[in-house]
């Protein structure tokens, strides 16, 4: 018999009779568990070193979504327009628009485009582990590269679909300005924000498996609770005569702040009392916002890293 | 490009037959072992297998009576039982191992005995339910074909696999040209995968999990596909990765490839390891019944 058989039924024994159990045989050869979790930091550094492989994905994603199409990428820029066109047609004619809102059009597809880009990554974030169990279990990548790669697959639609508002914001009559240099800054905080709740749902997604059909309901909650077809000041506190605070805590929501802070930058009209920038509560929430929900949603994926291929 | 076709064409048409009749990872299997430092009494483990209980939840195994009508799921509730779709399974059961640097290892049993599991667990693929796993270094599993997309050119493809499989820009563009050249599909690698041949698109898959090189190398099923040419070529390039690599597990339903090619064999029986050996031994032992 060659030394692998005895040695196992060495270490097989061992429990029983005394020998060298496998786990201390492994300790001495300096082996280490196959499935163990890094710390933090190196899952950071990990992650990082997988960067082409998070944007290459991304990527790749975007062009094989549409490359069936007949329009082919076209469509990155006619499904934002589409979306607007409707959305317009929908709540500003329609419904009426908003008799206290004077730029509706831009105070609506400033709100949903920028709704959007969270609804769709917290969506696709839901299902980046659950849809991929069959790449988690052939190769060995830090998984939270693949909410992150949804994410950015999100973000590079959203630039499309933002110069696309920037080009309606303009015909609708805003004026542009310097504080339209303020918008990358929000859309990275935004970004952040995505992020961080992109990984939180990914890592709920996979473990349950009905978070998909309940998520369309929670978007839309979400999407009335955020002011995106009309001024939550307006309805809380103007026509329904609730208290201030109410509509401060509706302001505190991460998608009506920032929302409300792209319609500061985009609409002069929007909150002439400080004229582009947006009052303390607002960029108050949206820092806090990305800041927490980044670092939260980092640390909470990678709490259950070695388990995310048992599906 | 119909040269191409016609003769991937006969590719396909001939695969079956002689799959299991000629293929011979590794002709002669005795100049090996004396290089592997197996029957060193230094011989350093590399992959250490403690007792490991492998459980995983299937979704969507419900039987064509139990599934999701409304009736079904709202009975199911009130009785408050637990969702029929959902099945766990016990894949691997208390399996022991020892496996050292050199040493080539086949895994042999039924469907379902738990093979590509235990493969994926040492991996680090699939997290233990009870037991452990420990390696030097990080194994792989060699492939790469979940990573691709099938709407994507060949190009595309190879340089996403490559990042897949971990590897640095520099070396994706030192070993692209390498890979199109080992996989021969010429001027398709400007089209979609979509529309290659099952053989191409093999060959292609091959070239790109084969450019990497690996310390503890899992091989499941037999990877040498396409035409007798590509195959020959194939054969040969695992036999280059498994020299290179330390430790080699491989799994294939052709004993006679395990035979030759593993210095040691592993049978594995519903999740259980049956017998731990010699190959000659086991697989005859394994043959008849």
Redesign the interface.
Known sequence: ?????S??AD??AGGRSGQE???K??ER???????ARPRFPVYLRQLW??R??IL??AT??N??KY??SALGQLWQVLTPLLNAAIYFLMFGLILGGSKNITNYPAFLLTGMFVFTYTQRTVTAGAKSISG?L????????PRASLPLAYTIQELQQLAISMGVLLVIVVLTGELPNWFWLMIPLVLLMQTMFNIGAGLVIARMGASM?DLNQLLPFITRTWLYASGVFFSIQDKVVEAAHMPQWVADIMYLNPAASYIEWMRDILIASHNPEWGHNPPPIIWISCVFWAVFALSFGFWYFWRAE??Y??? | MAELTKELSQVKGEEPAVRGKDVRVHPNPEPTTGKRP??A?T?????????LHI?????GAATDAEKGNAVNALTRLLKRQGRPQ?KEVHAVKGV?????HG?AIGIVGRNGSGKSTLL?????????HAG?????G????L?????L????TGE?NI??GC????M??AEVREKYDEIVEFSGIDEFVQL?MSTYSSGMGARLRFAISSAKTHDVLLIDEALATGDREFRKRSEQRIRQIRESAGTVFLVAHDLKVIEETC??VIWLHKGKMRM???PKEVISAYNKG
Request: net charge positive; no cysteine; proline share 8%.
């Open positions: 018999m060659s030394q692998p058989e040695a196992v270490a097989q159990p496998l786990a045989l492994a050869y300096g082996l280490r568990r196959s499935i070193e997988r082409h492989f290459t994905y790749s994603r062009v094989s490359s069936s991929n069959s790449l988690i279990r052939a190769l060995h990548f498996r070695e388990r291929g048992r599906g | 197996l029957d009494p011989g350093t483990p590399t992959v250490i297998v403690d007792d459980v995983y939840r299937v979704y959902m022991s191992l020892v496996a050292y040493d994926r667990a040492i991996a680090g693929l699939l997290p233990p452990a796993v420990y390696t030097d990080q194994p792989s599993l492939g790469v074909n979940a990573a997309m099938r709407e994507l595309r340089v996403l990042y897949a499989m971990g640095t820009p979609p210095n040691r731990d050996g010699d």
